[in-house]
């Protein structure tokens, strides 16, 4: 195959580097599915990600099929298809009955749907390069979106000057895929490859920069639990003498027998407090991989 020959051996280095770095970015949410088992709850977490990176995953080895002499991109997606199998089958078993519903709808929509929908209308009305050319636009536009997504999370990371949701990790292995993918479209003259891989770049060079200046930020996680602390430690807890509680019972009043006694200006300062303390939701590892 064209693939393997002498006079390719860079796009063969940057095809197999893609895979292994691609591997380990596909692989980044399985702390969190071990928690889900072990916890037998999704606790909060979304399946959104998962399903659209198995969508994507199965476009571009559609159109690496249609394409031919990309082997490397066929085995990249076929190893993220399984994998996003296993964390979905996952997610369902453990999922609570909306959110198991939610997961099938969004699957019967972009892969018994959509991705149907594009395989029909691709592979017998269109032939030739025609067919690769509006495959690969469509995998192009799909990967935009799906490198638009992790936006949120910058988002998130600016307002609340945390990057508990954006590791280091990810992000940098994010933008290593991307210009591994970026080098092999580039060395196979693919546009449809390389072209997205650009803005996975610079969204991982952005996440990374964050990174640096967020590092040292405390979360607000942090802040509310010593916001708390503080609060409670500060106010006088009166338990009832047991004298007071025996009189109590004979005047025929039920009374635990310890009452936490609050100043209710210090109640009022506490709900003023903790309502100025912006908590984040459980939020998804984002999973992102353009061309693989």
Excluded at 26 to 40: D, G, Q, S, T
Excluded at 151 to 175: A, C, G, H, N, W
Aim: hydrophobic share 55%; proline share 4%.
């Amino acid at each position: 195959m064209a693939l393997f020959d002498l006079h390719h051996p860079w796009l063969f280095v940057f095809g197999v580097l893609g895979n292994v770095i691609s591997i380990l970015v596909f692989l980044a949410p399985v702390p969190a599915f071990r928690r889900i088992c072990r916890e037998k709850s999704t606790m909060g977490y979304q399946s959104v990600p998962y399903v659209v990176a198995l969508f994507s995953s199965m476009l571009w080895m559609y159109y690496a099929f249609i394409k031919k002499n990309a082997i490397l991109l066929v085995s990249i997606n076929s190893f993220g298809c399984i994998v996003e199998t296993i964390y979905i089958t996952i997610f369902i078993l453990y999922a609570s009955k909306e959110a198991r519903r939610q997961t099938v709808r969004l699957l019967v929509l972009l892969i018994g749907g959509l991705y149907t929908l594009i395989f029909l209308i691709t592979l017998f009305p269109l032939n030739g390069v025609l067919r690769v050319q509006v495959v690969g636009w469509i995998c192009v536009t799909v990967a935009a979106g799906v490198f638009a997504a992790p936006l949120s999370i910058v988002f998130q990371v600016v307002r609340t000057k945390s990057v508990e949701f954006m590791p280091f990790t990810l992000s940098f292995f994010l933008t290593l895929s991307a210009i591994m993918w970026f080098g092999y479209g580039l060395l196979l003259k693919d546009l449809c490859i390389a072209l997205p891989n650009v803005l996975g770049f610079f969204l991982g060079m952005i996440q990374m920069l964050l990174y640096g200046i967020y590092r040292n930020a405390k979360a607000a996680v942090d802040l509310e639990k010593k916001m708390c602390e503080h609060v409670i430690n500060s106010e006088q807890i009166h338990p009832l003498d047991s004298e007071d509680v025996n009189s109590n019972d004979e005047q025929g009043i039920n009374s635990p027998a310890v009452v936490p006694v609050l100043v209710a200006n210090n109640e009022e300062r506490l709900g003023d407090q903790l309502a100025q303390v912006n908590l984040q939701p459980l939020q998804t590892p984002v999973l992102v991989v353009c061309a693989a």
